[in-house]
């Protein structure tokens, strides 16, 4: 019963966050806001909903490892599993933007996220409402960065321009089955994973790191995979790292925000912190060393192979 709940609270997930994109991107259209600000935006909130939910639903339970263990883990998960997988199939290119914006930005909310948890094991609201700040600061940079730029390519990232003929009737349909389908996922994921994890005798936040975070990294996996396989080169390293940024930044900001998250299990700040962190450092000198500005299948297998190993560490210990 509880693998039951898990698999249908991430079938639920993932099609509740695709309604939700498509709701959101058809009705940013009728609001005349801009493709360029829709992908840049919209698009990037909607895709974090799922992990928003899961997170929110566990932290009000009163399950906050699940809260951070789903953000840490996916963000993990994002580099090592999606990533790598990505590389081995097919080589990706590093733009400029990746260390004089994305990379820097990533470490430094992920830092922060390490001192606010360090300060008191707790992210409190005033925290999360600065973390919050700081994505808007670099949707900010994004925004201005691609009006500087203004490339077609820029303007059609992530947007299906076809979504400005939906009619409202359907918008308002999309919008109730994304809200009914994310909110039934997240009850149903956590529900399942706190039984899974009392039968297992392990932690919450044992399972939030590898099964949750998995689950909602599918989408993104499944994306990139496709995408690789077509040789296209929509799913950028810049991608995952907006990914990742946006997890830290709006999941858990949002989250704490609500409800204050607190550190339960002392591996989070031992253990799991320092994963996520080293994931992300470790993206700088692979992006040249030794070929520069391409992430190629050697790469591609050592991040898999290190995901893999985090994996081991996390369920053995």
């Not at 906050?64 to 883990?73: A, E, F, R, W």
């Not at 190629?296 to 560490?313: C, H, P, Q, T, V």
Request: hydrophobic fraction near 55%.
């Amino acid at each position: 019963m509880d693998y039951l709940l898990l698999f249908l609270g991430l079938v639920l997930l993932v099609v509740g966050g695709e309604y939700l994109v498509r709701s959101s991107v058809a009705l940013s259209f009728k609001l005349h806001l801009s493709k360029m600000v829709i992908g840049i935006t919209v698009v990037s909130f909607a895709t974090s909903a799922p992990e928003l939910l899961v997170s929110l639903q566990a932290a009000v339970n009163g399950f906050s490892d699940i809260s951070l263990g789903n953000v840490l883990g996916s963000n993990i998960a994002n580099i090592g599993l999606v990533l790598g997988i990505t590389a081995i199939i097919s080589p990706l290119a590093i733009d400029k933007d990746f260390y004089k914006q994305n990379w820097p930005f990533m470490m430094i909310v992920s830092v922060v996220l390490y001192f606010a948890l360090y300060s008191g094991n707790i992210i409190s609201r005033t925290e999360g409402a600065a973390l919050l700040l700081m994505l808007f600061i670099y949707m900010w940079i994004l925004i201005k960065r691609a009006k500087a730029q203004r490339t077609p390519k820029t303007l059609d990232d992530g947007v299906d321009e076809a979504l400005s003929k939906t009619s409202n009737f359907k918008i308002f349909i999309w919008l109730l089955i994304g809200a009914v389908a994310l909110y039934a996922g997240s009850e149903f994921l956590v529900s399942g994973a706190v039984s899974l994890a009392e039968a297992f005798g392990v932690s919450e936040r044992v399972i939030a790191v590898t099964m949750i975070a998995v689950g909602t990294s599918i989408p993104e996996l499944a994306a990139s995979v496709i995408a690789a396989l077509k040789q296209e080169k929509a799913i950028s390293l810049g991608n995952l790292i907006g990914s990742n940024i946006f997890n830290i930044c709006s999941v858990l900001g949002i989250t704490a925000i609500v409800q204050p998250i607190m550190v339960k299990s002392s591996e989070v700040l031992t253990n799991d912190i320092f994963w996520m962190i080293g994931f992300s450092a470790v993206l700088l000198p692979l992006a040249f060393l030794p070929k520069p500005f391409l992430l190629g299948r050697k790469r591609g297998i050592f991040l898999l192979s290190a995901y893999a190993i985090f994996i081991g560490i996390t369920i053995l210990s």
